[in-house]
């Protein structure tokens, strides 16, 4: 038996025999290369790299969340870099093979990411290695990583491509000899609810197929474990089956604190597919369907068709229960790829949210349509993103009656769906009281309103310290929302990831918010918080 220590970031135990990867992708043999096939080789694998990328983008919204998704669609910006591209091209025509030229585009390429101050962009010296890494295996025809049985990956590093190209569904767990807590790859391990352990002692060679136990919230991998140790995990594993089997129980029950109040709990979504899941956790609504996963990894923006019937499919499936879908959140790190349309620069303060989607009326017009069209069917809402001004909001409820004036005209039938604003600027925050008159509810997003508040990257590694989403400052724009809200008589939700802080459920309540919305995973979760809560909400509801 070896006991490995590590840095556990992300909890969870599990027990399954180890694929080691820290072997994979040998360096390139050297040779005498034709320069003209070596580039006409690199210029069919960068093709598919692209296209692998694009489908990637989709799948990671559907299958990952909207983080995912955004880190991803950097590297679709990355692997038409000049900086890539050319620098390739000019290596094989110098006599280096493809595989060898593009390997080493991605050190170099990484090494001046890595020399930059600033963390983040340090980051971004990971997604370049990515990026030629799967060039360099298309070139050699090596397949991306398949699990085919039930697995912990252990390596050196991972992307986060392997995760979606792996068969997540064998994943149980990942134990690496470097990585952070501060990772892409061990935000969405951490999302996927599966252990994993960084900075572990992985001794070289040797660990392919042989059993271990990872314990995440230990930080430690049990290499062949003894007879005791299996029986702990045992008992563990079986007080966790407890702890879920205690919560399906409350599928189909009410959000209902103790002292009376009742909070709805919902579910944000990204596709279609999301739904059933929501509905197997007994969601009482959706408070976020990301429609810009509808428009992302493709050439061309999604039809009114198109969006009609998937936004009708949606009210369908929930029925009576309220379905809020937010207008398209491009801009920003969500770059979409439509043949005609200026891509938006890539800063968070720039144009992004609503802001975009006003620069592009035709797109918006579309969608709006599809969505009027659609709350025939069902109860649905919709919510704006990046919001600052009532100017705004003005914008386009003018835009939604010329939508149901030229469907009626056509004879097609349409409904005006509740409106919203998504809170998650500073700005609309402290006007919530003259939002919340012009509008018909408000939903925080406390990722971006955190951010935007305390003037912090929340994807910036070297600030994560002071990314602190209880900081008064948040909580105390939080309850001022949630009272402009009450002052108008609307509903007032939140659907950042806060939502899910148990730290929280109880400030929240007493705040006065009226619905919580978090991913289907955490449903449950969030539903025995809420009815063993002896909250009854604000003292002056």
Do not use: W
Not at 122 to 143: C, E, L, Y
């Amino acid at each position: 038996m070896l006991v490995l220590k590590g840095v556990g970031v992300s909890d969870g135990i599990a027990c399954a025999p180890l694929r080691d990867l820290s072997g994979e992708c040998p360096p390139p043999a050297a040779g005498e290369a034709d320069p003209a096939q070596e580039l006409a080789a690199f210029e069919r694998a960068l093709a598919v790299a692209s296209g692998q990328i694009d489908e990637l983008v989709g799948r990671a919204g559907r299958e990952m969340g909207e983080d995912a998704a955004e880190i991803l669609s950097l590297q679709q910006l990355l692997i038409s870099s000049p900086d890539v591209v050319d620098r390739t091209r000019e290596l094989i025509a110098g006599g280096s093979g493809a595989v060898e030229a593009v390997l080493k585009v991605g050190r170099d390429q990484c090494r001046e990411f890595q020399s930059l101050p600033d963390p983040y962009m340090q980051v971004r010296g990971q997604d370049v290695v990515d990026v030629t890494r799967r060039i360099a295996n298309i070139i050699r025809g090596h397949g991306p990583l398949r699990l085919d049985a039930p697995a912990i990956l252990c390596a050196d590093d991972l992307m986060l491509s392997d995760l979606l190209e792996g068969g997540r569904e064998m994943l149980r767990g990942i134990v690496l000899r470097r990585g952070t807590a501060l990772s892409h790859l061990c935000l969405l391990v951490r999302a996927m609810g599966l252990p994993m352990v960084v900075k572990a002692e992985l001794p070289r060679g040797g660990l392919d197929g042989r059993t271990a136990i990872l314990d995440g919230g230990e930080g430690v991998c049990v290499i062949d474990p003894d007879a005791r140790r299996m029986a702990d995990f045992e008992r563990e594993r079986s007080r966790l089956q407890g702890e879920q089997d205690e919560l399906r129980s409350l599928v189909g029950t009410r959000s209902v604190t103790r002292a009376g109040r009742e909070i709805r709990v919902e579910a944000n979504v990204s596709v279609v597919e999301d739904i059933e899941l929501a509905l197997s956790r007994g969601a009482d609504g959706v408070g976020l369907f990301r429609s810009e996963f509808l428009y992302l990894g493709r050439d061309a923006p999604p039809s009114e068709e198109e969006q009609f019937s998937c936004y009708r499919k949606v009210a369908v499936l929930m029925d009576d229960r309220p379905v809020t879908i937010r207008t398209f959140d491009l801009g920003g790190d969500k770059r979409p790829e439509f043949q005609g349309i200026e891509p938006p620069d890539t800063s968070m303060l720039g144009i992004r949210g609503l802001r975009y989607a006003l620069r592009h009326p035709d797109l918006l017009r579309a969608q709006l349509r599809a969505l009027l069209r659609a709350a025939v069917f069902g109860n649905l809402s919709v919510m704006l993103p990046m919001v600052t001004s009532l100017a705004e909001i003005a914008e386009v409820r003018a835009l939604i009656e010329r939508c149901r004036v030229e469907l009626e005209a056509a004879g097609v039938e349409c409904r005006v769906p509740r409106l919203g604003v998504t809170v998650e600027t500073p700005a609309c925050a402290l006007e919530a009281a003259a939002f919340a008159r012009e509008v018909d509810f408000l939903s925080v997003g406390t990722n971006d309103l955190t951010q935007y508040t305390l003037a912090i990257n929340r994807q910036h590694p070297g600030l994560s310290y002071l990314y602190d989403p209880h900081h008064p400052a948040v909580l105390g724009l939080l309850g001022q929302v949630a009272a402009a809200a009450r002052g108008a008589g609307i509903e007032c939700s939140i659907c950042g990831e806060l939502a899910a802080d148990p730290a929280l459920t109880d400030t929240f309540i007493e705040q006065g918010f009226t619905a919580l919305s978090v991913a289907p995973s955490e449903i449950l979760r969030l539903r025995r918080r809420v009815v063993d809560s002896c909250s009854g909400g604000p003292r002056d509801a």
